[in-house]
């Protein structure tokens, strides 16, 4: 499914009649779980134990270890949450195979904790013990996603339409399965079978992408039906799902102290896991005819970069507390500000329905930080350093208050209430700002 292409029609949607996610069943799908059954409980650790303490060193099972924590978490996290999901699916087909996903994450789970304590020594033996050793790993941003999580199958017990649901298999199957997992998956698996390690983990680690690419393949079925089913809530629930995590995911697979020596100590880079992270979620969004380009509102990610650029952009970014969680104050140096104007450049509403260009003005409060000016046109917007000469809106306010409004910590009317920020000039270009930066 990965390598396949979704046809669209004239005006650049997706052509709900022919997907790839039509290429298989559900019946097909719950075949595959039954021909692709193991057994987590009959794994054998014992040469695992013996590589881990003599052929590893201990920058590499520090490394190692805080990668797999995460995966353990994850695990049981989704096992924990899949029982709305199977009540909201509207077919049997649907039910029966999420039943099958909710016993193989079961089986991860029982996987990682095995191999936690008998291997690495961490954790009782306990399912309950191995988590609470475990969970001073996780990083900000794989909180900030499993939390949503939680949340979401709260949100799903109480509302099964097809547009909750939607929502709710994008974070699971797209964002947090086929964009953050898979990719970790393929970095683990790389080195182990480069390196020949762990035999027993390596074995268990490729059932565990086996049964995540088959739950990935259901997910992108489910959200094209889903789609099909009520093609105007649905992808407007899928937009405002993926604008609400993606400025989190730069921060999951983020080492202690942003320490990259945590993934390239096993000879690949984050930028190797994060391009095939963006690539798999524009991938299986087409797929399902939810091509990321064509989603309503603001731009779900930033038009006009590759996915290496996006890679190596949302880390920038978050390592200088712009998206995602801010730990300390924001770093000012010029390139994060240009940085951070040009994120505002492409997040403008294509369709912002101006009638002729228009200047905006960020006038900061902060001696350290010039101004910056928005020009915006039909058919483009630029932006520039220093004050514009005759600026139509002028937005008066600290550069951590911006900061925090770009990274959707701070509500801008919220801003606006408390004089936070202090809009100055042509009502009407205040009027429309709102048109500019569409929220969805």
């Known amino acids: 499914m990965a390598g396949s292409a979704t046809t669209t029609t004239a005006d650049g949607t997706a052509n709900l009649a022919s997907l790839p996610a039509d290429a298989i069943s559900y019946e097909d799908l719950y075949a595959r779980w039954e021909r692709g059954n193991w057994r987590a409980t009959e794994l054998d650790f014992s040469e695992d ?19 797999y924590c995460l995966f353990f978490w994850g695990e049981d996290a989704v096992a924990d949450n899949l029982s709305p999901y199977i009540d909201a699916a509207p077919r049997e087909e649907q039910k029966y195979f999420l039943t099958t996903q909710q016993v193989d994450e079961a089986r991860h789970a ?48 109480r509302d099964r339409s097809p547009a909750k649901l939607a929502a709710a298999v994008t974070l699971y199957h797209i964002v947090i399965e086929a964009s953050l997992a898979q990719p970790g998956q393929h970095f683990i698996c790389g080195y182990l079978q480069e390196r020949d390690k762990l035999p027993a983990f390596r074995e268990g680690m490729e059932n565990i992408a086996a049964d995540e690419q088959r739950h990935i393949g259901f997910g992108v079925k489910l959200l094209a039906d889903l789609n099909r089913e009520d093609p105007v809530r649905v992808p407007k629930a899928v937009a405002r799902l993926l604008g609400e995590v993606t400025p989190y995911t730069s921060q999951v697979l ?28 524009t991938t299986k969004l087409r797929s399902a005819g939810l091509p990321v380009e064509s989603l309503p509102g603001p731009p779900v990610i930033p038009p006009g970069l590759t996915p290496l650029e996006l890679s190596q952009r949302g880390r920038a970014l978050a390592k200088a507390g712009v998206i995602g969680v801010r ?8 390139e994060t500000v240009a940085l951070l104007f040009d994120m505002v450049q492409r997040s403008v509403n294509p369709q912002h329905g101006l009638t002729r260009p228009t200047t905006y003005q960020w006038d900061f409060t902060d001696r350290d930080i010039e101004s910056w000016h928005l020009v915006v046109n039909n058919g483009s917007s630029q932006v520039a350093r220093g004050a514009a000469a005759s600026p139509d809106l002028r937005l008066e306010l600290s550069y951590q208050d911006w900061v925090d409004i770009v990274g959707q910590r701070l509500d801008p009317l919220r801003a606006v209430a408390t004089r936070r920020l202090r809009p100055r000039g042509n009502p009407l270009a205040l009027a429309r700002l709102r048109r500019v930066f569409l929220t969805g």
């Open 254 to 281: 983020m080492p202690p102290g942003w320490d990259e020596r945590y993934v390239t100590v096993f000879d690949a880079t984050l930028d190797d896991v994060g391009v095939e992270g963006v690539t798999s979620m």
């Open 110 to 157: 029982v996987f990682f904790k095995r191999f936690m304590q008998e291997v690495c020594g961490v954790g009782d033996g306990t399912m309950a013990g191995g988590l609470q050793a475990i969970k001073p790993q996780l990083t900000v941003g794989f909180r900030k996603i499993f939390d949503r999580l939680d949340t979401m199958a709260d949100e799903l017990r």
């Open 327 to 334: 730990e300390g104050p924001s770093a000012r140096d010029p």
């Open 49 to 67: 134990a013996r590589q881990w303490q003599e052929d590893f060193t201990e920058f590499e099972r520090q490394a190692a270890q805080w990668n």
